[in-house]
């Protein structure tokens, strides 16, 4: 499955395989271009039975530099391709290379789960030079690295690099540079092979209890629990585990 060819390199060119969908940005800019065919791409592969996870990666040096030069924040007009990935229901790896600047910061984090190259560095400078930084950048960073660290990074501008990153929980696991899509790929068809409507719901539950009270977190995790327990997956999984087989499941 591939996009519409273009005069030039594809915004976002897209290959299914094996069950992962493997998105790659054609630039590592974030004009409205690239944003609108992200945020097709994104109705795609969600809608494909095909695909169990999803990996977003930079075709070039680098992932994502961030907005073009002179656009401080998308016109309204431009589609919100970072919501398109923070809201598709799969499993999201990002595979971080190079540099990862302001609004590509915004996108690495709509990611679930985030991979380094060992010489990957984020960095946002937004207030550094007066503007405030957005795509979720202020609120997303916050929930995953708590307030003290998002704070250091967002006041003072310095830049992060993968071993920092890793510490604070913002990456998942640095590699060196050479590894870094194998990396990704062997997470990714570990991902493929278990439950997908497992994972779904997991990812469900955890992203909605940053808005819940506890109580209601608890009660949506216990939902969610019974569920799981009326479809066929769970069903394959006891019985596949009876049998001393690997489980067969179809997302059902």
């Known amino acids: 499955m591939r996009r519409r060819p273009h005069a030039s390199t594809p915004p976002v060119t897209v290959v299914v395989d094996e069950g992962i969908a493997w998105l790659t940005l054609g630039r590592s800019t974030l004009d409205h271009e690239l944003l609108g065919a992200l945020t097709e791409v994104c109705e795609t592969v969600e809608h494909d039975e095909r695909v169990r996870v999803v990996v977003v990666s930079g075709a070039g040096a680098d992932f994502c530099i961030g907005l073009p030069r002179g656009v401080a924040w998308p016109p309204d007009a431009w589609p919100d391709g970072i919501a398109a990935v923070a809201g598709l ?35 946002t400078r937004c207030v550094l030079q007066g503007r405030l930084p957005g795509g979720g950048v202020t609120q997303r960073l916050t929930r995953i690295v708590g307030p003290s660290r998002a704070l250091a990074m967002l006041l003072l501008g310095e830049p992060v690099p993968a071993a920092r990153a890793v510490a604070w929980g913002l990456v998942s696991r640095a590699v ?49 629990y019974v569920l799981l327990q009326t479809t066929a997956d769970r069903t394959e ?16």
């Open 176 to 224: 060196a540079p050479a590894r870094l899509r194998s990396a990704a790929a062997e997470m990714a068809r570990g991902l493929a092979g278990r439950a997908p409507l497992a994972l779904r719901l997991a990812k469900e539950a955890v992203v909605r209890a940053l808005d819940l009270p506890l109580e209601d977190g608890l009660r949506l995790e216990h939902d969610l």
């Open 237 to 252: 999984g006891v019985r596949s585990f009876l049998e001393r087989r690997a489980p067969r499941y179809e997302g059902r």
């Open 89 to 123: 229901t799969k499993p999201v790896i990002g595979c971080l290379r190079g540099a990862v600047r302001g609004w590509g910061v915004a996108l690495a984090l709509a990611c679930d789960v985030r991979l380094a190259a060992t010489t990957t560095v984020l960095e």
